[in-house]
C-alpha cells in the first residue's frame, strides 16, 4: 500500500515537471518565429488564439502592433524633418482633411533674389521696384506671389481656409487687368529669405507634396508663390510662357 502512495506521488511529481518544463514549448509551437532586431516579428500561425491577424506584424517588447504590412513603420518625412507621411483626401471646397505632414518642412528657410529681368503678363509689364510682393527667383526659376491682383490678372481662384490649408486653380471668370500693389522698395538681385509653408497646398483640387518638389511653394511676407515650372505654368494653369535675353519673361494666360 505504501509502495503505490509512494508511485502515486512520484507519478504526480513528474507529471508536474513535465508540465512546467513543457508549458514554454508549447506557447513556441503556438506562436512560432523568433524576433528581429526591433523585437517583432509576423505571425504566421495559430494567430487568432493569440488576437492576431494572419501576417500581422507585432512586438515583444512592449511596443504596439503595426498591423499587416510585414514591416515597422518607417520614416519618409523630408527637408530634415523625420515624421511619417500620408496624403490627406483633397477638396476643392476647403473641406478636405489636412495632411499629416502640413509642418514637414516648416522650419526649412532658402536664399531668393529679386530677378533683374523683365517680365510681362499678358503684355502689362510687372512692377518689381516698388512693389509689395516683388517676384522672387530661386535656383533660376521665376517665382509668383499668388496675391488677389496676381491672380486675377494670371486667371486664377484662390481661396484659404486655416483648417484646410491654400487652394488655387484654374479660373473660368475673365482675366483683369493686372494691377501693381505698390509701397515697397526692391533692388535688382537683392538677397532675401523665404520658407516652405507650414499649411498644405492644393493644385485644382489635388494635394501638393510640397517637401518632394524639387521647385516647391514658398511664402514670402506672408504671401504664397508658385514656380513657374512647366508643371505649374502649362499643365496646371495653361498658361503660355515665352523668354529671351532682350525681352525677358512673358506670360500669355489662356483668355
Same mark, same amino acid.
Not at 50 to 66: P, Q, T
Not at 83 to 92: A, D, E, F, G, L
Given at each position: 500500500?505504501?509502495?503505490?502512495?509512494?508511485?502515486?506521488a512520484m507519478a504526480m511529481v513528474m507529471v508536474m515537471v513535465l508540465i512546467l518544463l513543457g508549458g514554454p514549448g508549447w506557447q513556441a509551437e503556438a506562436h512560432p518565429g523568433r524576433t528581429d532586431k526591433n523585437g517583432g516579428h509576423t505571425c504566421r500561425t495559430n494567430c487568432k488564439q493569440?488576437?492576431?491577424?494572419?501576417?500581422?506584424?507585432?512586438?515583444?517588447? !512592449?511596443? %504596439?502592433? @503595426?498591423g499587416s504590412?510585414? $514591416?515597422s513603420?518607417? &520614416?519618409? !518625412?523630408? %527637408?530634415? @524633418?523625420?515624421?511619417?507621411? $500620408?496624403?490627406?483626401? &483633397?477638396?476643392?471646397?476647403?473641406t478636405g482633411a489636412a495632411a499629416s505632414e502640413e509642418n514637414t518642412s516648416s522650419a526649412k528657410a532658402v536664399k531668393v533674389s529679386i530677378p533683374s529681368f523683365s517680365v510681362k503678363i499678358n503684355g502689362e509689364t510687372v512692377e518689381q521696384q516698388e512693389s509689395?510682393?516683388?517676384l522672387l527667383v530661386y535656383k533660376d526659376i521665376t517665382y509668383f506671389p499668388m496675391t488677389w491682383n496676381y491672380t486675377k490678372a494670371l486667371g486664377l481662384n484662390m481661396s484659404w481656409d486655416s483648417d484646410t490649408g491654400f487652394f488655387i486653380g484654374q479660373s473660368e471668370a475673365p482675366v483683369e487687368p493686372y494691377e501693381p500693389e505698390t509701397g515697397g522698395r526692391n533692388e535688382s538681385r537683392e538677397e532675401h529669405t523665404a520658407q516652405y509653408p507650414e499649411y498644405n497646398i492644393f493644385?485644382?483640387?489635388e494635394w501638393l507634396n510640397n517637401g518632394q518638389e524639387d521647385y516647391p511653394?514658398?511664402?514670402f511676407r506672408e504671401i504664397t508663390y508658385f514656380p513657374l515650372t512647366w508643371e505649374f505654368a502649362v499643365e496646371q494653369?495653361?498658361?503660355?510662357?515665352q523668354w529671351n535675353e532682350v525681352e525677358g519673361l512673358s506670360i500669355q494666360t489662356a483668355q
Open positions: 500500500m505504501r509502495k503505490t502512495i509512494v508511485g502515486a493569440w488576437g492576431l491577424k494572419d501576417g500581422e506584424y507585432h512586438y515583444h517588447n !512592449g511596443k %504596439s502592433s @503595426s504590412t510585414g $514591416s513603420s518607417q &520614416s519618409t !518625412g523630408t %527637408s530634415g @524633418s523625420g515624421s511619417s507621411q $500620408s496624403k490627406p483626401s &483633397s477638396s476643392s471646397s476647403g509689395l510682393y516683388p493644385v485644382n483640387g511653394v514658398l511664402t494653369f495653361g498658361w503660355s510662357v
